[in-house]
């Protein structure tokens, strides 16, 4: 019984997590996107929520389920999800970007669908706002986690990030593995966080090791002194 008792980790919190892809549109047809496929941002919603948090999920647009006790928002662009997750900043106690956000968007976006022509063709963009490190900019009191995918050199990039963006962790996969990232089932992350804080996980089911990220994440800040 003594174990039904002990309280959640994140009773009475509130946990914002972005998910999957965002579309930049071209013309009515046509977007720029990238292979997110929202699962490891589902199930860092889906965790949080069984540890007690009310828990809101921005969401690009991927088919995976609503995750029981989360509520989602649905989002297309960066701009939207930018939109969305400020409005939710000043309520959260913990923002979890798990989301792809586009790095560029189209420039002029076409109300009507481009016509091919002959001979090649090129697209000019432009800079999306970098939302994790507008949140950083803008923190108050939340805890800020955001992810890193990389190729190569990933504790470099994931520190570089670390700081950059004001954030208190970086959770970091190597997307080049096979079975981590993307549209995996299974990830394997290293989690980076403020003085030089570093730990390595396991390849695990995205569930478990969200849940275990939370867990360990929560067990060291003490929200309450927050
Ligand atoms: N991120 C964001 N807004 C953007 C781009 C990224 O909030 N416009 C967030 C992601 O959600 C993630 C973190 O920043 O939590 C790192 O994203 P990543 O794409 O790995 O890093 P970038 O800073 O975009 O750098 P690069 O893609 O050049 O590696
Ligand atoms: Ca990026």
Known sequence: ???FARPKLLAGRKVVVTAGPTRERIDPVRFLTN?????????MAEAAAEMGAETVL???PVTLPVPKGVQRIFVESAEDMLNAVNAEYETADVV???????DYRPIDVHSQKMKKQAGGSTLELERTTDILQHLGKTKTHQLLIGFA????DVGHYAKDKLERKNADYIIANDVSEAQAGF????????????GGFEQSFEMMPKLELARRLLGL?????DLHDR
């Open 1 to 3: 019984a003594d174990y």
């Open 35 to 43: 292979f997110s496929s929202g699962k490891m941002g589902y199930a």
């Open 58 to 60: 921005i969401s690009g």
């Open 96 to 102: 979890i970007k798990t989301a792809a956000v586009a």
């Open 149 to 152: 995918a990389e190729t190569n």
């Open 183 to 194: 549209e995996s089932d299974t990830n394997r992350v290293t989690v980076y966080g403020k």
């Open 217 to 221: 994440i929560m067990e060291k800040e």
